[in-house]
């Protein structure tokens, strides 16, 4: 079994992927740059999103003078209006946000990878014939087509999320440093406890996906050998022993 790589480790070749994805990202820096801007705005209306409530909570709902003079001739009701209508325009104001940033980083991912398969296809017809020999060509298929793919969607779906989630979260310690300290730094005892949980999951998430990738090449692999001879498998009857 394989010695799973450390953080130190791993650092190295991420630098490598980046570096050979970088001139295909820089074709397409207009998008990258509104993608960005458009991630800033959601994680900035993501940590005022709460600045409505803490309003209701803090003047509507007690006896504290209102911040505003001109706030105090509302009736309570009115400013639990307008507190809701903040709420609303924040959250229309943020799926918009968020949608610009997803479909931005989509388009730009189904660019790059158009061209990351054709490099790697053109890479493969350079390879030499021994190489290919020795590899199964169910197994180049399944890199070819599902490997680029999971590139995209850790793009989409894993990347996106954890920058908004590490700069929400960034975002809101500082906000809650600067409204109360004392709970902020009692709030964070935990976060040692969450590292750890997720820590040991995420080694048993990388062990688990390392062996369902084997055995997506092994099955794609087997499936293209059987299929390309399946004329001389079903005139020596060896169906059952292909399946197994």
């Known amino acids: 079994m394989k010695k799973k790589r450390s953080l130190h480790q791993a650092l190295p070749i991420?630098?490598?992927?980046?570096?050979?994805?970088?001139?295909?990202?820089?074709q397409q820096k207009l998008l990258l740059i509104l993608a960005s801007l458009a991630v800033v705005a959601d994680v900035v209306l993501r940590i005022l999103e709460p600045l409505p409530l803490k309003f209701v909570?803090?003047?509507v709902l007690s006896d504290n003078k209102l911040p505003y003079p001109a706030l105090d001739r509302l009736e309570p009701i009115w400013l639990?209006?307008?507190c809701a209508g903040a709420i609303l325009v924040l959250t229309a104001l943020r799926a918009l946000a968020a949608y610009w940033?997803?479909?931005s980083l989509a388009i730009v991912g189904s660019r790059v990878m158009t061209q990351v398969r054709d490099r790697l296809y053109c890479h493969l017809q350079q390879l030499s014939l021994a190489y290919h020999t020795k590899a199964r060509s169910g197994d180049l298929i399944v890199r070819i087509s599902s490997d680029a793919n999971r590139l995209q969607e850790i793009l989409i779906t894993a990347a996106l999320p954890l920058i908004i989630s590490i700069l929400t979260l960034l975002g809101t310690v500082g906000a809650m440093f600067w409204i109360d300290p004392?709970?902020?730094?009692?709030s964070l005892v935990t976060?040692?406890?969450?590292?750890f949980a997720t820590n040991r999951l995420s080694q048993r998430i990388q062990e688990s996906s390392l062996k369902q990738r084997k055995q997506e090449g092994l099955v794609a692999a087997t499936a293209a050998e059987s299929i390309a001879a399946i004329k001389l498998i079903q005139a020596l009857s060896l169906e059952l022993t292909f399946r197994r």
């Not at 004392?182 to 009692?186: A, I, R």
């Not at 976060?191 to 590292?195: D, T």
């Open 101 to 103: 940033s997803t479909v």
């Open 80 to 82: 639990l209006t307008l």
């Open 191 to 195: 976060l040692p406890l969450f590292a």
């Open 57 to 59: 909570f803090d003047y």
């Open 182 to 186: 004392n709970l902020t730094l009692l």
């Open 14 to 26: 991420l630098a490598e992927v980046l570096r050979h994805f970088f001139p295909y990202l820089l």
